[in-house]
Structure formats: C-alpha cells, structure tokens
C-alpha cells in the first residue's frame, strides 16, 4: 500500500467551479501536510503548508486535513483556467523529516 | 532571478557516457535536495544534504553520484546509466531541514 495516494485523475472543470482535490494515507505518525502545484515543465510550487487536523485558508485555496480519516483536500473557489496544473500532495512525519508524495493529480479548469 | 536554477533543463545521454547535473539555489538555503519524478509516479527522493553534508541517501544506485561543494550548489554526476533512469530530476532547497522545500524547474534526462 501506497503511504499517500492521489487519484491521478485528469479532472476537468469549467471556470468558476469550486474544484475538491484529495488525498488519503496510511500512517497516522504523519504530521505535517503539504499541498504543491506543478505547471507543465515545471518544478512543483509550494501553495499550502499544514500542521496536524483543521483547515487552512489562503486566498481562493483552502487546505484541511482530518486526521481521523487519514484524508487531505485542497478546494479551489472560483477556479481559473491559471490554476490548470498537478497538484501534488506531500505528508511528513516531523519537520525536517522525509517528504512522501502522492502521484499527483491532474486538473484543466476549461474557459 | 529564479530561487533555484537547474542546468541543462534538458539532457539525452548514451548509457556509457558520464554527465553532470548542476543545481544552484540563490535563496540563502543551508538544505538541498535532489529529486526523482517519473511519469505516473510520486517524486522520489534521491539525496539530502545539510550545510553541505550528506544526511540522507535513498537507497540510490551508486551510478548516481551527488556533490555538494558548498551550500549554494548541488551537482549530481551520472555515469553508466539505464534506460529506466529517464526522468525529470529535481532540485529542491530549504532554510533548514525543518522548512519548506522550494524547488527548480528540473532537468528532463532520457537515456538511449
């Protein structure tokens, strides 16, 4: 079993649709949650940074993390075509600890 | 100027030859990463380093060779690889190893 796994997707979205992207993992010891943003040929751009259980807001992007369920969600309001990217999410035991990433996940948010 | 630059951003090398990955961060970082992303899979992580020692080697083959001559730059020297070690290698730095990890644009490399 994978210890963060990410539907691959590709999701596609028209614009303004508030867009819900997940992930789950197995190990409970994890305590840092992060998610990042991958443009084609480009290098992963950290957007959230999350300790522990509870939400997180910045702008359209909102990150929460339920550590009962073992499942992190990124929600982007009023979604651009701009926001067409991998959104990779990254989990961590303590800081400065190995990051574990999911595969990632594909989104288009179509004009 | 880009926080961490990586040069080539492209590289297509015979599995015989011997090249050079160069990754410079010019964030005032002390850690420094390197990565693995492979189509369809999660980024792997390759090495880490912290003021310029070595503190973390993911089990990599040691056809994969990593140099870190200062805090700023970060090689990564390939010699006799596979044809499976194509992929998008990535540089990443951090404050400290306990910071967030900011990354570069990556070097496509595909072997023949």
């Known amino acids: 079993q994978k210890e963060v796994e990410q539907d691959p997707g590709p999701l596609s979205v028209p614009e303004g649709a508030i867009v819900s992207l997940n992930c789950t993992y197995s190990n409970s010891a994890f305590q840092y949650f992060m998610w990042y943003r991958q443009y084609s040929r480009k290098g992963p751009e950290l957007l959230m940074y999350?300790?522990?259980?509870g939400n997180k807001e910045d702008g359209r992007f909102t990150a929460q993390v339920d550590k009962s369920s073992k499942y992190i969600s990124l929600f982007i309001r009023d979604s651009q075509p701009s926001d067409s990217a991998t959104y990779l999410c990254?989990?961590?035991?303590?800081?400065?600890?190995?990051?574990?990433f999911g595969q990632g996940t594909e989104l288009s948010v179509k004009p | 100027e880009t926080g961490v630059t990586q040069t080539p951003r492209h590289l297509v090398m015979g599995m015989t030859n011997k090249k050079s990955l160069k990754c410079e961060q010019h964030?005032?970082?002390?850690?420094m990463y390197w990565y693995k992303q492979s189509a369809k899979k999660p980024l792997e992580l390759m090495f880490v380093y912290n003021f310029k020692e070595q503190t973390e080697n993911n089990s990599v083959p040691s056809r994969f060779s990593p140099e870190c001559p200062n805090s700023s730059h970060l090689f990564l020297h390939l010699h006799t690889l596979q044809p499976e070690d194509s992929a998008l290698y990535l540089c990443?730095?951090?404050?400290?190893?306990?910071?967030?990890?900011?990354f570069g644009d990556g070097t496509r490399l595909s072997i023949l």
């Open positions: 990254a989990s961590q035991y303590n800081q400065g600890g190995k990051l574990i």
């Open positions: 999350t300790y522990s259980s």
């Open positions: 964030l005032g970082h002390n850690a």
């Open positions: 990443a730095s951090s404050q400290g190893l306990d910071q967030p990890q900011h």
